[in-house]
């Protein structure tokens, strides 16, 4: 029963005592001790009930004062839980012996928590993480959280600031689950970029950070003939393709002209050869992406596609005459229609259509937004890839307004779940 005697040394060295850091402190020397008996203990026979309870209540409260040190103290957070653990094995078994009941629960989990779990847990989480997605607007991380599975909040600490996240799970077609990473920042390239760099410190195993959400389009109603192939509306989905982003306000200017010196960073190739995948299944009519934006419309009506008459595109000139859509036999009626394309991102909410079909014959560009370009640059210096996922909600003109931004966020986090299922979990060893 020598153990025993060390659990009531235990007893007799601390509770006399006042819980403060110094005669905790001057105490650590016993937990170490315990540390190398603990495996050896048997929480059936050597610790008695009454023991077992005062030291649950002591070292729940040990274990608060812990998280308060600036450090130095972690390693002893592993121990304190796998004790109270056992106390909690011991007085369960007691009572069950004492009652002649159903078995109790013999867990910490079960009965009472230890002290380490919710650290384990955000900690775990930070670990599991293979995929990052930032969003801005309330309606495009609104979406994206409901799309996920076993969703839970989590805050981190990275260079002096907190940063919040939505964690959660979304099932891969090929077993196992993705853990994913949900963020919100700020509008343009800069908050995107400084986010995204927080969010690889973070997570380790990220290797793929996803811009999601809302961008204006940008429409080709002019021939040639096949330019219904072309043709971005309102409600579609512009995916950045193997030309990435351009970002159109990196310029050299003179007196005569601006010309971009845009250096576009490709987006992840193994992530592009999903996207592929999916476009490939178009053509067997397969998408994926229409059952989870439907489940997710049933339940948030306010997100619902608004009505073809809210779908106006209007010309580059003056008059800012009504331009109808080209014939397109591959648009399927109330549903979006999927693009690959390089997308334009600056600093500017543009709202200029003039510019925008400029965008359209010298970059061929199928989208405009603001946050892309600086998330290929943070992903660029970390080693990892990235891929845009847009719901087109306007047509960057004077007629920009927000009916189509709730449907658009929507179509967006839709997508990107419909991607992510369609790509096995990463290992992490």
């Known amino acids: 029963m020598a153990n025993l005697a060390l659990l009531e040394r235990m007893k007799e060295q601390l509770f006399p005592h006042v819980l403060t850091p110094k005669n905790l402190a001057n105490n650590f020397g016993v937990f170490r001790e315990l540390v190398k008996h603990l495996e050896q203990i048997d929480p059936y026979v050597d610790v008695e009930p009454t023991c077992a309870l005062e030291f649950i209540n002591l070292l729940n409260s040990v274990h608060g004062w812990l998280l308060q040190s600036s450090g130095n103290a972690n390693h002893l957070l592993e121990p304190l839980g796998r004790l109270n653990h056992i106390c909690i094995v011991s007085y369960a078994h007691f009572k069950q012996k004492e009652s002649s009941i159903q078995p109790i629960p013999t867990t910490s989990q079960q009965l009472v928590p230890s002290p380490k779990t919710k650290i384990d847990d955000a900690d775990a989480d930070k670990q599991k993480t293979t995929i990052g997605i930032i969003t801005v607007l309330k309606h495009e991380f609104m979406p994206m959280e409901e799309v996920l599975t076993h969703s839970r909040e989590r805050e981190y600490q990275f260079a002096g600031r907190g940063y919040q996240f939505r964690i959660g799970e979304i099932t891969s077609k090929f077993g196992g689950t993705h853990t994913v990473a949900v963020h919100q920042c700020n509008m343009g390239e800069n908050s995107a970029s400084t986010r995204a760099t927080a969010m690889l410190a973070l997570f380790?195993?990220?290797?793929?950070?996803?811009?999601?959400?809302?961008?204006?389009?940008?429409?080709?109603?002019?021939?040639?003939?096949?330019?219904?192939?072309?043709?971005?509306?309102?409600?579609?989905?512009?995916?950045?393709?193997?030309?990435?982003?351009?970002?159109?306000?990196?310029?050299?200017?003179?007196?005569?002209?601006?010309?971009?010196?845009?250096?576009?960073?490709?987006?992840?190739?193994?992530?592009?050869?999903?996207?592929?995948k999916l476009e490939a299944g178009i053509e067997k009519s397969d998408f994926p992406w229409e059952s989870i934006l439907v489940d997710f419309l049933k339940k948030h009506t306010s997100y619902v596609r608004p009505s073809p008459d809210k779908d106006v595109l209007y010309g580059s000139d003056e008059n800012s005459s009504i331009v109808p859509h080209p014939d397109d036999e591959h648009r399927r009626e109330g549903q979006p229609r999927v693009f690959l394309g390089r997308i334009a991102s600056s600093n500017t909410l543009l709202k200029n259509p003039f510019l925008r079909d400029r965008l359209r014959d010298e970059h061929d560009a199928r989208a405009v937004e603001m946050e892309t370009s600086g998330v290929a640059d943070a992903t660029w210096d970390h080693g990892k890839g990235y891929m845009a996922v847009r719901g087109i909600c306007d047509y960057c003109d004077d007629h920009k307004n927000n009916i189509w931004q709730r449907y658009a966020g929507a179509c967006a986090a839709a997508f990107t779940r419909a991607l992510i299922e369609a790509k096995a979990p990463k290992s992490i060893s």
């Open 204 to 276: 380790p195993n990220i290797d793929i950070v996803f811009m999601t959400g809302i961008a204006g389009g940008i429409p080709f109603p002019v021939p040639p003939a096949r330019s219904a192939e072309k043709h971005v509306r309102l409600g579609d989905i512009v995916i950045s393709n193997i030309h990435g982003v351009v970002q159109y306000d990196f310029v050299k200017e003179s007196q005569t002209f601006k010309e971009v010196r845009s250096s576009p960073i490709r987006p992840s190739s193994e992530w592009l050869d999903v996207v592929k």
